[in-house]
C-alpha cells in the first residue's frame, strides 16, 4: 500500500507517487555512497508501471493493431537476371575446345573448369555456372554430361535468373527448373519448379535391376545425352538418351527476365558437360 501522506500522480500507463521531500535541514551533503544510493532508489521506486511497458519511444502513447492474418507461403522472386546478354534468334553451340571458361560463362566457383574439351565441375555445392545468353520463352537445350562417381547426380538448371546459386546446404531458392539425374546418391530422377526438396517434384525411384530404362541409375564413366524443351510457353519435357524422364505442365510456368537463363550445376561429384546446343523453338 502506498505510504500515508504521499499523494499519487497519475501518468500515461502509470500510476506514481510523489517522493517524501526532505527539509533542507535534514539534507546531510556528507552522506556515504550507500546511502546515497538507498535514497536515490527509494525515490525510483516511487513510479511502479501499471501493466507491461509498451513499445515504441520512451512517453509515447500505447497502441494497438489488429494481428495480421497468416498468408499462403509463395515462391521467391528473383531479381532481374544479370546485366543484358545477347537474345537466342539463332541455334547456339559449345563444344568447349579451348582451354578457359571465357565470356560466354558465368561461374559462381572457381571449382568450374574447362579441361580435355569439357566443362568440368567438382564440389561446387550448388554453385553452378550460367551461359551468359538469354532464353526466349520456348527453347530446347541439348547437351552431354557424364558423372566419375557412382553417386551419379548430374544437374542442371532451366529459365533461372542467370546468378543465383544455393545460400544454404538444401537448394530449396532456386530460380529455375531443376533436372537431377541420379540424385540423392543415384536413388532418383528428379524434375523440380525451385525447390528440389518440394513435396510436389517429379520423381522416379532407380533399381539397377529394373527394365525400365528411366527407372535405371546412372553408370559411373557412361556419357548421357540430355534434351530439356518447352515449346508451349507451359511444359517443361526432359529426355535422356531419347528415353522420356519426366514431363511437368506448368500452372504458372516461369519466363522472362529472372527466369531467362541456362546453367549447369552440381553437388559434390566430378562432373562433365559438353556439346551444348540450345535452339529457339
Known amino acids: 500500500m502506498p505510504s ?5 500522480v497519475h501518468r500515461a500507463g502509470a500510476v506514481c507517487y510523489d517522493a517524501p521531500v526532505l527539509p533542507a535541514n535534514r539534507i546531510d551533503l556528507g552522506l556515504s555512497t550507500a546511502a546515497s544510493a538507498v535514497l536515490l532508489a527509494t525515490v525510483c521506486a516511487a513510479c511502479v508501471p501499471n501493466g507491461p511497458p509498451a513499445k515504441g519511444d520512451a512517453g509515447a502513447t500505447a497502441t494497438t493493431t489488429e494481428p ?13 537476371s544479370m546485366p543484358p546478354a545477347p ?4 541455334p547456339f553451340e559449345d563444344k568447349f575446345d ?10 559462381l566457383t572457381s571449382n568450374w573448369e574447362v579441361r580435355d574439351g569439357k566443362l568440368c565441375g567438382k564440389s561446387v555445392r550448388n554453385r553452378g555456372v550460367w551461359l551468359n545468353r538469354t532464353l526466349p520463352v520456348n527453347a530446347r537445350i541439348e547437351f552431354e554430361a557424364v558423372s566419375s562417381s557412382p553417386d551419379g547426380d548430374l544437374k542442371a538448371e532451366f529459365w533461372g535468373d542467370g546468378r543465383s546459386g544455393a545460400t544454404q546446404a538444401s537448394y530449396t531458392n532456386a530460380t529455375s527448373y531443376l533436372t537431377i539425374f541420379g540424385g540423392w546418391k543415384n536413388t532418383f530422377h528428379v524434375l523440380a519448379r525451385i525447390d528440389e526438396h518440394a513435396p510436389d517434384r ?13 527407372e535405371k541409375p546412372v ?23 531419347g528415353v522420356l524422364i519426366h514431363r511437368l505442365e506448368d500452372k504458372q510456368p516461369m519466363s522472362g527476365p529472372g527466369h531467362d537463363r541456362f546453367g549447369f550445376n552440381d553437388w559434390e561429384v566430378p562432373v562433365c558437360f559438353d556439346n551444348l546446343r540450345v535452339t529457339p523453338l
Open 87 to 90: 537474345m537466342l534468334t539463332a
Open 219 to 241: 553408370v559411373a564413366g557412361r556419357s548421357y545425352g540430355f534434351k530439356v524443351e518447352r515449346s508451349d510457353g507451359k511444359t517443361i519435357q526432359w529426355w535422356v538418351d
Open 202 to 214: 517429379l520423381q522416379v525411384p532407380l533399381s539397377a535391376d529394373s527394365v525400365e530404362e528411366r
Open 4 to 8: 500515508a501522506g504521499r499523494k499519487p
Open 68 to 80: 495480421r492474418k497468416p498468408t499462403k507461403p509463395t515462391p521467391p522472386k528473383p531479381a532481374a
Open 98 to 107: 579451348r582451354t578457359v571458361l571465357g565470356p560466354d560463362w558465368y561461374p
